[in-house]
């Protein structure tokens, strides 16, 4: 995983994912073999709404972004987060 912010640059969206998925897998866990741009929370026991929370913080922390609390609920998915990281 590399410390490059998910936006701007020469990094494909698809790259950005991947690595938000590393990113996720190591917040929440798990190996990221089990996560996909698809999975939700609730989708595997370890995502629960406290590591929602959680990836919430960690996610702003790591890419130094703020994600308004209004954009919380809209976060279902990995692919959501990457996209509000990459936003903010």
């Known amino acids: 995983m590399s ?13 950005a994912t991947d690595d938000f998925i590393a990113f996720a897998s190591s917040v929440l866990g798990v190996s990221p073999e089990k ?5 939700a929370c609730g989708d595997i026991p370890e995502w629960d709404s406290v590591m929602h929370l959680r990836l919430v913080m960690e996610t702003e922390a790591r890419y130094g972004v703020s994600i ?4 919380i ?5 990995l692919a959501d987060f ?6 903010s």
């Open 68 to 71: 308004p609390l209004e954009t």
């Open 3 to 15: 410390g490059e912010p998910l936006a701007g640059g020469t990094r494909s969206c698809a790259s």
């Open 82 to 87: 990457a996209r509000a990281a990459a936003r």
């Open 35 to 39: 996560l996909t741009p698809e999975t």
């Open 73 to 77: 609920p809209n976060l279902h998915t």
